[in-house]
């Protein structure tokens, strides 16, 4: 699997939903792969879909809520035992003011074991709004979301490339995206109106947020369970607009880059 592509591997919330999973995202570039959010049961989805949990090399949180963050413990985990690896790292970009969060509290408990397995070894980056981060010729930017105080949407940009994913957000500036010209952008849609929760967004405000940007994909995700039928009619009654083109998110698609 050394073809550039997004793996979607879930477009679900913390709430259970048969046949889905949390929102995640793999994007694979040659034989290495950004992982965006690691909710819970990520590793097994990982190699159920015939990668190997030592191509990632990159990890970028969005916030630190369970449905994007209690993987990583499992990660580690099958890192650690899995024999064949002889040495691996992880980076794990999380926003500045949280970057304590990952030692001090979600791995806490496991750190005897972790401790034990010098061949596997992770780096947190602290990153906050507008920086740049450099790995592996991949350059990563976050920007403002309007969700939780850790939250970050990231733009990933290689070669020729530019992806955006904003995490779970309400209503934001989207001018942030927008400026780093992203061809793709996954955007929170967790509900169709008057159904919205607060700290998310809409369909209807979705829509409404990129109807004027230049981004020419959109794809809706982060979707509450028995929300999905309800958005599928809200776009077939909007009907095709050429720019952006708004999809739905669908667990297990691959996206080409």
């Not at 949990?53 to 990890?59: A, C, R, Y």
Request: glycine share 6%; aromatic share 8%; with cysteine.
């Amino acid at each position: 699997m050394k073809t550039s592509h997004i793996h979607i591997l879930g477009t679900g919330t913390s709430v259970p939903e048969p046949g889905n999973a949390p929102s995640s995202y793999l994007v694979k570039i040659a034989s290495k792969a950004i992982l965006i959010d690691s909710g819970p049961g990520i590793a097994q989805y990982i190699v159920n879909e015939g990668y190997h949990l030592e191509d990632i090399h990159t990890i970028c949180f969005t916030h630190i809520h369970s449905d994007h963050i209690l993987g990583l413990p499992e990660i580690l985990f099958g890192l650690i035992h899995d024999n064949h690896i002889a040495n691996h790292s992880i980076n794990i970009c999380i926003s500045t003011n949280y970057a304590h969060f990952i030692e001090d509290e979600l791995l806490k408990a496991w750190h005897p074991w972790f401790k034990k397995y010098q061949h596997i070894n992770y780096r947190i980056i602290p990153v906050f709004s507008g920086t740049n981060i450099l790995i592996d010729d991949v350059l990563i930017t976050p920007f403002r979301v309007n969700h939780h105080e850790s939250s970050l949407g990231y733009v990933i940009r290689t070669g020729s490339s530019s992806i955006a994913f904003s995490g779970d957000t309400d209503v934001f500036n989207i001018n942030e995206v927008e400026k780093h010209n992203p061809e793709i952008l996954f955007l929170d849609s967790s509900t169709c109106e008057p159904n919205k929760i607060p700290g998310h967004l809409s369909v209807q405000e979705a829509v409404r947020l990129v109807s004027t940007t230049s981004i020419s994909k959109v794809y809706l995700t982060h979707i509450m369970p028995g929300e999905r039928k309800k958005i599928v009619e809200f776009l077939r009654k909007r009907g095709k607009i050429s720019v952006p083109e708004i999809l739905l998110a669908q667990k297990g698609q691959k996206i080409p880059l």
